[in-house]
C-alpha cells in the first residue's frame, strides 16, 4: 500500500526554520513534491525533486521560495525533506507532499501527482 507520512511541521516566528519531511512506503517515486495552501487560498506548487539517474537530481521551486527553501532526498530511507529557512508569516499553511511514479519530465500542476499525503500544518507568526 502506497502511503506518504508527512512531518515537522509547527508553529515559529518569522526569520526562523523548519524541516519537513515526507517519508514514502511503497515504490520508489521519479519524483516527490511539496504543495502546499495558505488559509482561504488553493493549494500551490512549493518544490519538486526529480531523480534523473541513480546520482543525478533536478530540484524545482516556486519563485516566492527560491533562495530560501531547499528539498533534498534520503532514497535509503525513501524520505524527502523540505528545510525551510528565513520564513515568513506568507509561508503559512498545510503543506502536503505529492509523488509520483511517472518518468520524464514533471511539472507544477496537481494532477501530475497521483499519491498524496496528508499535510503537516505550518504557522509563521509575525
Known amino acids: 500500500q502506497v502511503q506518504l507520512v508527512e512531518s515537522g511541521g509547527g508553529l515559529v516566528q518569522a526569520g526562523d526554520s523548519l524541516r519537513l519531511s515526507c517519508t514514502a512506503s511503497?515504490?520508489?517515486?521519479?519524483?516527490i513534491a511539496w504543495f502546499r495552501q495558505a488559509p482561504g487560498k488553493e493549494r500551490e506548487f512549493a518544490s519538486s525533486?526529480?531523480?534523473?539517474?541513480?546520482?543525478?537530481?533536478?530540484?524545482d521551486y516556486t519563485d516566492s521560495v527560491q533562495g530560501r527553501f531547499t528539498i533534498s532526498r534520503d532514497n535509503a530511507k525513501n524520505t524527502v525533506f523540505l528545510q525551510m529557512n528565513s520564513l515568513t508569516p506568507e509561508d503559512t499553511g498545510v503543506y502536503s507532499c505529492?509523488?509520483?511514479?511517472?518518468?520524464?519530465?514533471?511539472?507544477?500542476?496537481?494532477?501530475?501527482?497521483?499519491?498524496w499525503g496528508q499535510g503537516t500544518q505550518v504557522t509563521v507568526s509575525s
Open positions: 525533486i526529480r531523480r534523473l539517474n541513480a546520482n543525478t537530481y533536478y530540484a
Open positions: 511503497g515504490p520508489t517515486f521519479s519524483t
Open positions: 505529492a509523488a509520483t511514479q511517472r518518468i520524464g519530465a514533471v511539472g507544477r500542476r496537481q494532477y501530475e501527482y497521483e499519491y
